[in-house]
């Protein structure tokens, strides 16, 4: 198992740098550079190219890019992301970190409460196939499926916040946040929590859930489930113990695969509930063409895709006893 | 109540496409949204006819009787984007502007008539020497920072010296500021400016922003960038400068909030508190103001005429629309690298050709005026002698005959023989992303130049990319938009024939007159002479058209209905002396309670 593990982070490594060095060209051989950007903003037309190339090299853009590559690989060994090349010049790792809190709370909520719903949904929707249970929560699913939470955050807050005010929709916090009392706060904090943590997880609950549904109706089918009912064992015994622990391989897989998410973030939905998260900050690094935040933040979800996957294969040999690394 | 959520639902995701487009794509969907739409997208919007439109209470000046003011409201103000950092030495774009000018004060300002003055809270004296060359100041003693350190003529020096630092990156206060030669401190409260030639804008190059220089210099020696490092970044994000408000609290990505200065010398804002929220979604903007949780939201021009005649925006705010010193533009790329636009001839038939009146209705809602040239018809420098160029599409194809653009009678499209190939009149209009409105307007001007033979073909390019290829040349056709300088030499970099290299003058204007035109605007001092050379410009500028002159924007604004004081200045209601600070709220009228959003 260790041995399998190191051979794995190895291989990794090879990889993270390819992705690392195809970023880098991309995002600095895309048209315009933070310099141009930032000489152009102000509506004043007397700023000059002097000033530009000026900018150019304070930020070191007038040096060959593979020479910059080679620096930022140098920078990036010691876990030093640099500085912004936005105006306010900052670390990059201080504005990744203002950002964490919004975006991590989110996405491990909503993961946790996408998982903690689906699987009993799915088990319960797999095991009385086409009963009344399956047939109206996969009808719910399925539309809500359909609707992108974009759209889908619209009519809510205009309902929920607007029309009859029950939930606030921008932010983390709400103006009077001081004058509260400890418990207020944290009510208040819940609240904000609400809508967008729908928005964010009905989507993938409803695909996990059918996931879930879908691989125990498979196992179902195997010969060992009509042994166990042939056995006599009580339908929930053969149900949670015999035909769900054989679905868990499968969502293994998909939590691994869901594990980047965490740091993933969504512009569309940031936007809207004015959540302070890591996908507008991607999203706007780029258009400012902040090469350092952008390379630390692919660096860092490149990272946690490769995390995500090992940590699965890892998983396998827990959930299922026929799987050995050695 | 369903209806009402599902209009502004749609309204809020088509919001960005064309009203009959839109009600087509309605209609032919769903069959219930007919009642409630289609009235209201065809009716054309006539501001002058809205009650709820530049109403007299949001101008009452504020009263000589202080106790009728209440002096601790709150005042809301909305940002859409994020400042990045609050030294004024490095505002670079509004928002920083905006922050920045309410904790920095200076000896310079300028008013609504973006005319410059100086600031009698802070100057005793200031004179120019009779050369031009240059002028010295008199700071009032006992000025301080927010940390009581006093303000002296070494923070000008210091500031002067910081701004011109090749090591320092400030591109937006650079300019002019390096046009002083020397900046002297001849004792602790008087400076002397040196300027590199006796020009009439010298004034401006003096208005550079002052920092404390006790807290800068610290450790200058080993951050020169006055900006990296966490005593620096720590510095421009909670800075200690000498104006009207202190910062009490910066929550990223989420709110400022600046507390009035009860010991700042001048005259005293009347807002004990200014919060700027930063709310990036339009529509979020306008539901939270609706709430009353803010008090001033910029509104696009399609929420203006359309989306706040609701009873719930009427109840709590009103409109405000300010003619803006600002114009949209279709940029000629005139440098020979198409043949088609280095013919002034060709150039008007385009102005001809687009549909001015029906777009300022369509797509501006009755809220822009047709645009006559680079200077504002308000402005000084507009020339009233101009002949406006109508739409007329016969003028336009006779004007393309003339130039040897001719109509193929099999196909339909203009052709002319160009160095002995036939070449057809095809081009392409390159409009940066999210430019809705230029979108729009494209669609109209591209269906009439069809109808007289011309191609035009559209490509909407992501902004960074556009600017990239607008100042490389690499373009035909672009649409774009000029805000104001406070002064017409800034128009310098935009059409001098030299500029073409190292400016703005993307298309590759050049008309030796103007050249001239411009170099003696700067040297003339006198103001007559000067109206008329800048006169002459908009003339000339005007009728060789480098440009198709769209349309002058507005600056369109909802205020909460308790907010007086507000004055307009040729570049919205904000960034001049004194808009926020006289606006006021009468006593008893305040925010009661902060309610919880």
């Not at chain 1, 859930?209 to 056995?231: C, D, G, H, M, P």
């Not at chain 2, 047709?370 to 308000?378: A, E, V």
Request: contains cysteine; glycine residues 6%; charged residues 20%.
């Amino acid at each position: 198992m260790l041995s399998y593990t190191l051979h794995r982070i190895i291989l990794a490594i090879p990889t993270l740098l390819g992705i690392t060095l195809v970023t880098f060209f991309i995002i600095n051989l895309a048209p315009g550079d933070p310099a141009a950007l930032q000489a152009q903003e102000v509506m004043d037309p007397r700023i000059s190219n002097r000033v530009y190339e000026q900018l150019r090299e304070y930020y070191g853009l007038d040096r060959p890019i593979v020479i910059r590559y080679l620096e930022w690989l140098k920078r990036i060994g010691t876990f030093d992301f640099g500085n912004s090349m936005t105006p306010d010049s900052r670390r990059v790792s201080v504005k990744i970190m203002e950002r964490l809190p919004a975006t991590i709370s989110l996405s491990v909520l909503s993961l946790g409460i996408g998982f903690a719903l689906a699987i009993p949904i799915g088990i319960l929707s797999g095991a009385r196939r086409n009963g009344w249970f399956d047939t109206v929560s996969s009808t719910i699913l399925y539309i809500l499926y359909a609707i992108p939470s974009y759209v889908m955050a619209i009519p809510l807050i205009l309902w929920v916040s607007i029309e009859l005010d029950l939930l606030p929709f921008q932010g983390m916090r709400s103006d009077n946040v001081a004058q509260l009392t400890p418990t207020g706060q944290i009510v208040d904090l819940v609240k904000h929590f609400i809508l967008i943590t729908f928005c964010f997880t009905y989507g993938a609950l409803a695909y996990q859930s059918r996931f879930v549904r879908q691989n125990l109706l498979e196992v179902f089918r195997q010969e060992y489930i009509l042994t166990a009912r042939a056995k006599g064992l009580s339908e929930f015994t053969v149900v949670l113990k015999h035909a769900f622990r054989n679905t868990l391989i499968p969502l293994v897989t998909l939590f691994g695969l869901t594990f980047p998410q965490i740091l993933g973030g969504s512009v569309i939905l940031e936007v809207m509930f004015n959540w302070p998260g890591i996908g507008r900050l991607f999203f706007e690094s780029i258009l400012q063409r902040d090469y350092p935040t952008v390379m630390a933040l692919s660096v860092i979800s490149a990272g946690l895709v490769l995390l995500g996957t090992l940590l699965a294969d890892l998983a396998y040999a827990v959930v299922d006893p026929r799987v050995r690394y050695d | 109540m369903r209806d009402h959520l599902l209009f502004r639902t749609v309204n809020w995701l088509f919001g960005n496409i064309p009203a009959d487009r839109f009600l087509r794509i309605l209609l032919s969907f769903s069959c219930f949204c007919v009642g409630m739409g289609c009235g209201k997208a065809q009716q054309s919007y006539d501001p002058k006819k809205d009650p709820l439109v530049n109403v007299s209470s949001l101008m009452e000046p504020e009263p000589e009787d202080k106790s009728r003011i209440d002096t601790n409201d709150t005042l809301y103000i909305n940002l859409d984007g994020s400042p990045q950092n609050l030294n004024p030495i490095f505002a670079s774009s509004m928002y920083e502007f905006m922050v920045a000018e309410q904790l920095f004060g200076g000896p310079f300002t300028f008013d609504r008539n973006m005319e410059w003055k100086t600031d009698p809270d802070w100057v005793a004296d200031y004179q120019e020497a009779e050369d031009h060359l240059s002028a010295v100041l008199k700071l009032k003693p006992g000025l301080k920072w927010h940390d009581g350190a006093p303000i002296t003529a070494h923070d000008i020096v210091y500031s002067w010296k910081a701004i011109i630092d090749d090591r320092v990156p400030c591109p937006a206060v650079k300019t002019g500021t390096i046009d002083i030669i020397d900046c002297i401190a001849l004792d602790d409260l008087t400076v002397r400016y040196v300027h590199k030639a006796a020009v009439s804008t010298t004034k401006w190059n003096v208005s550079f922003p002052i920092i404390p220089k006790h807290l800068y210099e610290t450790q200058q020696e080993q951050y020169p960038d006055l900006k990296t490092g966490d005593y620096y970044s720590q510095l421009n994000r909670n800075p200690v400068g000498s104006g009207p408000y202190i910062i009490e609290e910066w929550i990223p990505n989420d709110r400022i909030t600046l507390r009035r200065w009860e010991e700042y010398p001048g005259d005293k804002p009347n807002y004990a508190t200014l919060i700027f929220r930063l709310i990036p979604d339009e529509n979020a903007r306008l539901l939270t103001f609706e709430k009353g949780d803010l008090d001033c939201i910029v509104l696009s021009g399609e929420q203006f005429a359309k989306q706040t005649n609701s009873p719930r925006f009427s109840q709590t705010g009103y409109k405000l629309a300010s003619p803006e010193w600002a114009f949209g533009y279709i940029g000629w790329n005139m440098d020979g690298s198409n043949p088609f636009f280095t013919d002034r001839r060709v150039r008007t038939a385009m102005a001809h050709s687009l549909n001015v009146p029906l777009i300022i209705e369509k797509v501006y809602y009755n809220l822009a005026e047709p645009c006559l040239g680079i200077y504002h018809p308000d402005s000084w420098m507009f020339c009233p002698d101009i002949q406006p160029i109508p739409f007329d599409l016969n003028r336009a194809a006779a004007l393309l005959d003339e130039a040897g653009w001719v109509v193929d009678p099999q196909d339909g499209w203009r052709y002319k023989t160009v160095d002995g190939n036939r070449v057809k009149f095809e081009f392409t209009l390159q409009i940066p992303q999210g430019a809705a409105a230029s979108l729009k307007l494209a669609n109209f001007f591209q269906e009439d130049l069809r109808s007289i033979g011309v191609d035009m073909k559209t490509r909407t390019i992501e902004w960074a990319t556009f600017m990239e290829m607008s100042r490389k040349h690499e373009f035909q056709a672009n649409i774009a938009a000029w805000g104001t300088g406070t002064d017409p030499d800034t128009g310098w970099n935009l059409w001098r024939t030299e500029e073409y290299e190292t400016g703005r003058n993307y298309g590759g204007y050049s008309n030796p007159r103007v050249d001239e035109l411009f170099e003696l605007g700067r040297k003339e001092f006198d103001f007559e002479k000067r109206k008329q050379i800048y006169r002459e410009i908009h003339k000339i500028i005007y009728e060789d058209q480098p440009y198709t002159f769209i349309t002058y924007r507005q600056s369109l604004y909802g205020i909460q209905k308790r907010i007086h004081g507000i004055q307009t200045s040729p570049r919205g209601i904000f960034n001049f002396d004194p808009s926020i600070h006289a606006w006021w709220t009468r006593a008893g009228e305040g925010r009661q309670t902060m309610r919880a959003q």
